[in-house]
């Protein structure tokens, strides 16, 4: 069975900073790989995935990450932070193919957020 | 942009109540699926559908609850009777399903906030 971690349940950065949001997974198999943000009272939206090629993989809203199958891990990074990226951010698993059915395991998220 | 929608987006009901929820998938998405999001954690799957097929309910407290997809597109996820402990956000996705040739990216309805007095 598959399973992530994401380490830190808050982290707070000034606006204009680096943000780290760190996730490590653990997978039997080769993982698809998934960062989705959530906004207060919303669903979530997909910033970006990994399946298979280039390990870094750029998405929405300046958002990227590196997989790195040595480490097992995920972690979301974005040079420079803005206020709208306030939100929590789920790192999320993946494993199947051919017929199987791509059941999605999340962490427990963690809530960014950004001070003026 | 084709979005999952999904209603209410707020339910208060009293403990011993029946509750329903409705899903509507993006449209061609083969594979639907249920996630209970408890305060504070990460989305939990409760049911998964391929069509109108159940593929994984194990973790659907089937005492109380019940979901379907009559005919394979929207669906309704019932809970009788509520408990307090079943305060969460439920959340419907959609993802086109094994067979379909396209991406199995899940994409999220706004969810439904579920309080039980």
């Known amino acids: 069975a598959q399973s992530v971690t994401q380490l830190g349940s808050h982290v707070s950065v000034s606006e204009g900073a680096l943000v780290l949001l760190r996730c490590n997974y653990s997978?039997?198999?080769?993982?698809?790989l998934f960062w989705y943000v959530q906004y207060p009272n919303q669903g979530l939206q997909l910033l970006l995935k990994?399946?298979?090629?280039?390990?870094l993989v750029k998405g929405i809203n300046g958002f990227e990450a590196e997989f790195k199958k040595s480490e097992t891990s995920f972690h979301l990074t974005k040079p420079s932070a803005h206020m709208s990226d306030a939100a929590e951010y789920f790192c999320?698993?993946?494993?199947?193919?051919?017929?199987?059915?791509?059941?999605?395991?999340f962490g427990k998220g963690t809530l960014l957020t950004v001070n003026p | 942009e084709a979005e999952v929608a999904q209603s209410p987006r707020y339910k208060i009901t009293e403990k011993s109540q029946a509750v329903a929820f409705w899903c509507d998938p993006i449209?061609?998405?083969?594979?639907l699926y249920w996630y209970r999001q408890i305060l504070g954690q990460g989305p939990e799957l409760l049911v998964q559908?391929?069509?109108?097929?159940?593929?994984?309910d194990s973790q659907l407290p089937k005492d109380r609850f019940s979901a379907e997809r009559l005919k394979g597109v929207d669906s309704t996820l019932k809970i009788q009777p509520a408990e307090l402990g079943d305060s969460a956000m439920y959340l419907c996705?959609?993802?086109f399903g094994p067979g379909q040739g396209r991406s199995n990216t899940q994409y999220f309805g706004p969810g439904t906030r579920l309080t039980v007095l």
């Open positions: 990994y399946t298979t090629g280039a390990t």
């Open positions: 999320a698993v993946s494993v199947g193919s051919g017929g199987s059915n791509y059941k999605l395991t």
């Open positions: 996705a959609s993802s």
């Open positions: 997978s039997s198999v080769p993982p698809y």
């Open positions: 559908f391929q069509d109108e097929s159940v593929v994984d």
């Open positions: 449209s061609g998405h083969a594979t």
